[in-house]
């Protein structure tokens, strides 16, 4: 049988939520942001390790306790400059310690509403894919395409349409395999292993697992944290 692994990318700045501060270390309900990913994917049972990847020169992960996660967590400072780029230097960091048929969980820092629900899920519909998959929904707003002036250029057709989330489960060799080979930037594991020609599972995700992008964003994360309660 399989082992699953969650890696979670945490290199980068966060440069449009703006401060000096990196978004993965922001203050939501006084603990960082990335501790709530941590916290739900180390309550997992079927996880076996839960690898964050730092940036090289980064000293505010020590500035927390996480001694609570220490029986799964462990830490890899090799993230890259890109998103992509991280995952891709975790994945070979972790290479004797995952098998090639072993599944890989890949989940943002910056998404504090993932819940067991969720995680169950994912892990029980992918779990016998062929190809793997991701958290998702489906787009319900109207789409507008914007020209050079930020005026309305046509209306896109919504029907099939899925707002990607995280995490994305696939398969450790297949997912290895999919980011070695790339020859340009991918915003995300599922794009990658669409260039190889494979298609990745859409299971059902929720709302309240959005990403933390923008100052406002932290207000919103904080309500559904806190079950609603400011």
């Keep these: 049988m399989p082992n699953y692994y969650a890696l979670i990318p945490a290199a980068g700045s966060g440069s449009?939520?703006?401060?000096?501060?990196?978004?993965?270390?922001?203050?939501?309900?006084?603990?960082?942001?990335?501790?709530?990913?941590?916290?739900?994917?180390?309550?997992?049972?079927?996880i076996v390790s839960v690898y964050v990847v730092l940036a090289a020169g980064d000293t505010l992960w020590q500035s927390f306790d996480w001694s609570l996660f220490s029986a799964k967590l462990k830490v890899l400072h090799c993230g890259g400059a890109e998103r992509f780029e991280s995952v891709r230097n975790?994945?070979?960091?972790?290479r004797d310690e995952v098998g090639f048929e072993d599944w890989v969980l890949v989940h943002d820092a910056a998404r504090p509403g993932l819940n067991s629900e969720l995680l169950e899920r994912l892990i029980v519909e992918v779990g016998n894919d062929p190809f793997g998959g991701l958290l998702a929904v489906p787009v319900a707003d109207t789409l507008k395409r914007a020209d050079a002036d930020n005026r309305v250029q046509r209306t896109e057709p919504r029907t099939g349409l899925w707002q990607a989330q995280t995490p994305q489960m696939f398969r450790y060799g297949l997912l290895q395999r999919a980011l070695s080979l790339l020859d340009g930037e991918v915003t995300d594991e599922a794009q990658a292993v669409e260039k190889l020609g494979f298609q990745a599972k859409l299971?059902?995700?929720?709302?309240?697992?959005?990403?933390?992008?923008?100052?406002?964003?932290?207000?919103?994360?904080?309500?559904?944290?806190?079950?609603g309660k400011s």
């Design 90 to 94: 975790g994945l070979d960091a972790i």
């Design 16 to 46: 449009r939520i703006g401060g000096e501060t990196p978004k993965q270390y922001l203050s939501v309900l006084g603990r960082p942001l990335i501790h709530y990913a941590v916290a739900t994917l180390c309550a997992c049972p079927q």
């Design 203 to 227: 299971v059902a995700g929720d709302m309240t697992n959005f990403k933390v992008t923008y100052p406002q964003d932290v207000k919103l994360a904080e309500l559904i944290l806190s079950g």
